[in-house]
């Protein structure tokens, strides 16, 4: 990670050469404290977990009584500059936004801007700038790292929303989110940049969940009646379902269990389809939209050591499904420490313990929509760090004080 945000600082560097005659510090008493601006590196649609997060930061700022304009970079895995490597990814890009100067979203609208496809360039990235330079907003909101969002913060201070839970974002910014706490690691890196503890707010991370849009049975879409069902998701499952994860499966799996995969692989060419002891066990369900309606069918989220599936975690907590994963990742720092266990060697055990003792299951269940409930209290969580980023900046006006899960 310190190579990639030495990579980045090059390349801001590089930009800021260029643009310093807009970069010129904008006064806090210039600053119009109604005005509201957001930077986003990608908009997809509203099953797209960033996307949501954005939109619904902007709701709740027009609620604050915020005007809110909101800017796609579409810098977010640019293709600009890229070097060809193998699977290496693009991020999704919705021509049709070009066209929209207007976004509505639940019983809001609010002014939109989406810049070219060729983002980051001098350009784009000047247009951008004198724009900013012109409305002078009173708080500036990045939902992710951006190099807009670092370019405007030697304008005045930007707040990051840290996409991922468990990873430092690297960013520049004045401060910006994260749901863990900090570590000898953390401070180091942050301090090779100039950067120390004061840029960083604990926050718990927060999710607003997408509208379920069916109620379907086991029966409906083929899965056993009387089975324990463990629940297995993710767009990357073919690499993060790994020997040592389909391993652990053969040892926790028995004649009870089936296991329920949701994601786009075909199992048939994967070593997951291969083991004796997981044969006809399995049920792909293939990539599904209405992720909320299968997970209810399950009784336990089973999470593979890995980075991400932070937002699949919480949808199993908010029906009530208890997770499993080691203390690693977003989903881990999501879940809680309730929810860890310590390895792929002691996960077995666990699992079973969740089958065979429903008083246990019980208690975890309830603990899963209990800890539900503190991720879904975005709006609180949000008015509390916009409170904090105001102790520490001083630089975007007093919100109501609501008591929220904001630790300092």
Known sequence: MCLQWKLYNQVLQGFKSK????????????????MALVITGQMSGP???????TLDRCEMLIKMNKKVFLINTAEFLSSVGSIPYYGSKEGVYNSDLLKYEKIEWKDVSFSFFQAEKNMPNMAGL?????????????????????????????IMPVLTIGLSASRIAYTNTACQTLSRELQA????LLNKFGLNQNNIIRSVSNFTMPDQLES??????????????????????????????????CQAVDDDMVIVLLGDMDISEHRIGQPQELKNKIYSLGWVTDFLSRIELCDLYVNPCRRGAGTMSVMALVKGKPVVTVPYGDAAV????????????TMPDLIRRYKNDADFYH??????????AVLLDAENEFRNVLREFKKRTNSCQDVPYSKGALHD
């Open 19 to 34: 643009l310093e005659d807009l970069l010129e510090p904008v006064p806090e008493e210039e600053r119009d404290e109604n």
């Open 47 to 53: 099953g797209h977990a960033p996307t949501r997060r």
């Open 126 to 154: 000047r247009l951008l700038l004198e724009m900013i330079q012109k409305i002078k907003p009173g708080i500036v909101i990045s939902v992710g790292a951006s190099i807009l969002a670092d370019l405007v913060n030697d």
């Open 185 to 188: 690691a953390d401070l180091q």
């Open 216 to 249: 379907v049975t086991r029966e409906q879409i083929g899965l056993p009646e009387d089975k324990f069902i463990l629940a297995i998701s993710g767009d990357r499952l073919r690499e993060e379902l790994d020997k040592k994860f389909v391993d652990m499966l």
């Open 334 to 345: 999501n879940v809680g420490e309730d929810f860890w266990t310590e390895s792929y060697e």
């Open 363 to 372: 208690s975890m269940s309830v603990k899963a929509k209990e800890r539900a």
